[in-house]
């Protein structure tokens, strides 16, 4: 297991301390969605991209993953287009960067779509976004998130893309919120499963439909027993923290959560 940690989780940092925060809690690897505090795109300078990448190695620490805003649900043959476009060009930083994966999102559906109905159009961007990836001898990851949370959607969509640049980003939150199993997600990911979000959560006392983020260990998320089911399969990849403390600014600090978060997880690996 390598142990990473997403930038959101310091969105007032520079590129500098973030790093220097990976070395200080002990983190292997830094998971990029933010520079400077802003997100990463096409448009990153090339300045701010020189130092996305030596920053970390200039100080021992990889770069886990390049996580980028494209969404493969789209409603139009334009919008999907676009889609790949965008792709193709934050495959290009990926590269630039030196790092083997590169995040991409399903997206929400589109008015009156089915996840069984946009199969098809959005199989064929994934696709396409897997050719691009595979000349570029990178992996697109495609994280269970918003309408994909399923671990069962996300699989079917890879199944209909047959593109073996193209692998599933595990975030348990989201598979355990919709009622999955996390055992289940694990076995219906199978060799697909290339990298892993953890976070932990539980519901509002407020509101039992709506869930609030917390500390590892804090929440209702049966986080050991993910472990388990990923080290019953045998996976030995990434574990990145995503502590979103860019759209959450309301949870804990970062210097509270990556201190907390680095020992917690490679004690609760270790006891799985």
């Keep these: 297991m390598q142990l990473a940690y997403s930038s959101l989780a310091c969105p007032q940092w520079t590129i500098e301390e973030a790093v220097a925060a990976a070395v200080r809690y002990g983190y292997d690897a830094i998971e990029w969605r933010l520079a400077d505090g802003e997100i990463i795109t096409p448009e990153t300078p090339a300045e701010v991209r020189h130092r996305l990448r030596a920053v970390p190695a200039d100080h021992g620490i990889s770069i886990a993953c390049l996580d980028t805003s494209c969404r493969v649900v789209q409603a139009s043959a334009q919008e999907r287009a676009d889609v790949i476009e965008a792709a193709q060009r934050m495959a290009d930083i990926a590269v630039e960067l030196g790092t083997p994966y590169m995040r991409v999102f399903g997206g929400a559906l589109p008015p009156a779509e089915t996840n069984a109905s946009i199969l098809a159009p959005t199989a064929e961007v994934v696709a396409r976004i897997g050719a691009c990836c595979a000349e570029r001898n990178i992996t697109a990851v495609l994280e269970t998130h918003d309408s994909w949370s399923r671990s069962d959607d996300v699989r079917a969509l ?16 989201h598979t355990y919120r919709s009622g999955e199993a996390l055992a289940q997600s694990v076995a219906r990911a199978g060799q697909t499963l290339a990298f892993v979000h953890v976070k932990d959560g539980r519901p509002r006392s407020d509101d039992a439909s709506a869930w609030e983020l917390c500390l590892l260990g804090e929440g209702t998320i049966p986080l050991h027993e993910a472990f388990s089911a990923l080290k019953l399969a045998g996976y030995d990849g990434y574990i990145s923290l995503e502590w979103e403390k860019k759209w959450h600014p309301e949870i804990a600090e970062p210097e509270i959560a990556l201190p907390q978060g680095a020992p917690w997880l490679r004690r609760a690996w270790e006891e799985a």
Excluded: G, N, Q, Y
Aim: proline share 6%; glycine share 0%; charged share 20%.
């Design 158 to 173: 890879l199944d209909a893309a047959a593109s073996p640049a193209v692998k599933m980003l595990w975030d348990f939150h």
